[in-house]
């Protein structure tokens, strides 16, 4: 195999390539841009017009989808999968993901769309890093433009794999872009009503990508993922990245739960208190009436909303980030 190929490998142990451009014998160009960074480009007769961001380790310790870029690259590199689309692969915090952690000082996944310029330290510089390489991605006109940002979720959930939407003024969320995850195995998708700090946020108001972040199971450490089942998900990145997608029709969601966020529950002080189980799943419904949270200054979440239900709580993130999202059911 092409020692490209080892993105994961060089990754882990911080090692550069020797050769930073390689080429497979059907003629497809890797080349590697900086650490975790890989770009490809298939021959320009094979071409489908189609580019694909496929980011994974934004956060360290989410390992099945690292795990599934490493098997995309690898299939790649040997000459097994043979890309007609021009794809970027990104594994987003390499620091976080040698030493098996979340992030190291701080979330990069809060990072994007302005935030990182607020901020400092390497996951700051990072998170720019990251936007630069998607910005010089998705540069080239007249082509689509698909972002999946794969992570896995802090705790189990009772729908296993979702994926969220950002949102901009104005722009309409895709019907198509909702069949295709469906296609891709995804049983919800959160539509999100405000711009956010998120990877997917970024590339989807700035770069006018199609975005999503995809949660597809439980985060475990590498070698233990044979719980998450990602083969429907990697079944419809290979017909993307081979260009002989299946048609599906924009019409038919076929089961696709779709939700909108109701309330971000933020965190504002050390004083904050979430009312909910520790092992609570993702998607576990509250009833209206229900006292989620406290903070300072006599701050009360009540459940207002019928049939919410609460995603990514998470009492322990720094003051002023998300600890929580209530969701309620939705139409597009
Ligand atoms: O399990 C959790 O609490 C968090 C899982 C996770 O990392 N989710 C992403 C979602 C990003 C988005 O809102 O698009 C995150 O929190 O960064
Ligand atoms: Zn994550």
Redesign the pocket.
Known sequence: MLSLGKLLELTLAGREPTEKIQLTSGGVRLHWLGEGALDVTPPAADDSGFDLLLSAG??GN?TAPIELLDRLIQGIARGHLKPRARILFLLGNPEAIRRGE?FVEQDI?RLFNGRHGESSGFEAMRAAELERYAAAFFTKPERSRLHYDL???IRASKIEQFALYPYVEGRKHSRQELARLRAAGIDAVLLQNKTGITFSSYTYAQLGAEAF?L?LGK?RPFGSNAEVNLDRLEERLHSLIEGREPEFDGDRLDGLQLFSVAREIIKHSESFLLHLAPDIENFSELPVGYLLAEDIAGTRWVVEEEGARIIFPNPKVKNGLRAGILVVPAEV
């Open positions: 934004v956060h989410e979340r996944n992570h896995t979720a972040t949660e985060a």
